[in-house]
Nanobody, 125 residues
Framework: EVQLVESGGGLAQAGGSLRLSCAAS????????IGWFRQAPGKEREGVSC????????YYKYSVKGRFTISSDNTKSTVYLQMNSLKPEDTAVYYC??????????????????WGQGTQVTVSS
């Protein structure tokens, strides 16, 4: 069964850090695009960062550039999102998603067919 499971969410203070993990089962990341998305209450789901397994290139949403780092450990079939200098506006449910058809970088939610269940990140001021 193809599955993604996120972990690592929780409560952090502004300026603090959290590391999210996205563990895959049933497939390997070799030629998949893995994206991190978030959705705050009353807002649309937005792309935060992505990594393409084919060449390990990465992309970040402007508002998280320099604060978040996406990385992949193919031996563990896990993608990480290291989040530093957290801000209250980073509060949201964070999801990871994967798709093989993108064949590059992309953060359009509709392009991703495999989704995790989400993990809550709350940043207090």
């Amino acid at each position: 069964e193809v599955q993604l499971v996120e972990s690592g969410g929780g409560l952090a203070q502004a300026g603090g850090s959290l590391r999210l993990s996205c563990a895959a089962s049933g497939f390997t990341f070799d030629d998949y695009t893995i994206g991190w998305f978030r959705q705050a209450p009353g807002k649309e789901r937005e792309g935060v960062s992505c990594i393409y397994g084919g060449d390990n290139t990465t992309y970040y949403k402007y508002s998280v550039k320099g604060r978040f780092t996406i990385s992949s450990d193919n031996t563990k079939s896990t993608v990480y999102l290291q989040m530093n200098s957290l801000k209250p506006e980073d509060t949201a449910v964070y999801y990871c998603a994967a798709d093989q058809a993108i064949q590059g970088l992309g953060l359009k939610p509709d392009d991703f067919r495999i989704w995790g269940q989400g993990t809550q990140v709350t940043v207090s001021s």
